[in-house]
T-cell receptor, first 118, second 112 residues
Framework: AQKITQTQPGMFVQEKEAVTLDCTYD???????LFWYKQPSSGEMIFLIY??????QNATEGRYSLNFQKARKSANLVISASQLGDSAMYFC???????????????FGTGTQLKVEL | DADVTQTPRNRITKTGKRIMLECSQT?????MYWYRQDPGLGLRLIYY???????NKGEISDGYSVSRQAQAKFSLSLESAIPNQTALYFC???????????FGNGTRLTVT
């Protein structure tokens, strides 16, 4: 079974609208972490946001928020007020196990290509 | 200047050749990783190292080897390159704790 599933290969959103990128995960560990990265067409990987499995509040970073639904094993990324510069590939990733044990080995999903339109 | 530097940025090589991809970092992180990215497959872990004397295989280590020459340097070698190793290769580092991975700009490798 896939550990990280991103079911939307591509998405379009109008500028200034909000968009949700889906991510579901599969783990039997109680301690884990979820990350989102952005990859623009230039290729670099940019860290956006992190959610720990024990964090009670949903993570937020500026226009990015993570809609964490633990029982459903989902960690969707919400981008508010989309901008043209948000057009990129977005990857969801998971660290399984406690940080001290497994370090930060991440398993990545296959990504969602987001296109922001005028 | 980049905190995680990969060289070369692009490389074209022939089947059967040995090549080395290099990674150096100025972030002072102990943990270093090599990933490869293929279209439609996301990023997959090749090798990782938590300190100079620690080397671990990742999900797809066959056909690859690594060397951790110093805390700041982590090299990936393809002993005998084959065309299905054509990919974008990323080096990454992380601090301890739940800190994110910090990626280099990638090396685009083509094996003909």
């Amino acid at each position: 079974a896939q550990k990280i599933t991103q079911t939307q290969p591509g998405m379009f959103v109008q500028e200034k609208e909000a968009v949700t990128l889906d991510c579901t995960y599969d783990t039997s560990d109680q301690s884990y972490g979820l990350f989102w990265y952005k990859q623009p067409s230039s290729g670099e990987m940019i860290f956006l946001i992190y959610q720990g499995s024990y964090d009670e509040q949903n993570a937020t970073e500026g226009r990015y928020s993570l809609n964490f639904q633990k029982a459903r094993k989902s960690a969707n990324l919400v981008i508010s007020a989309s901008q043209l510069g948000d057009s990129a590939m977005y990857f969801c990733a998971m660290r399984e196990g406690a940080v001290t044990g497994g370090g930060n080995k991440l398993t990545f999903g296959t990504g969602t290509q987001l296109k922001v339109e005028l | 200047d980049a905190d995680v530097t990969q060289t070369p940025r692009n490389r074209i090589t022939k089947t059967g050749k040995r090549i080395m991809l290099e990674c150096s970092q100025t972030k002072g992180h102990d943990r270093m990783y090599w990933y490869r990215q293929d279209p439609g497959l996301g990023l997959r872990l090749i090798y990782y190292s938590f300190d100079v004397k620690d080397i671990n295989k990742g999900e797809i280590s066959d056909g690859y080897s690594v060397s951790r020459q110093a805390q700041a340097k982590f090299s990936l070698s393809l002993e005998s390159a084959i065309p299905n190793q054509t990919a974008l290769y990323f080096c990454a580092t992380s601090a301890q704790g739940s800190s994110p991975l910090h990626f280099g700009n990638g090396t685009r490798l083509t094996v003909t």
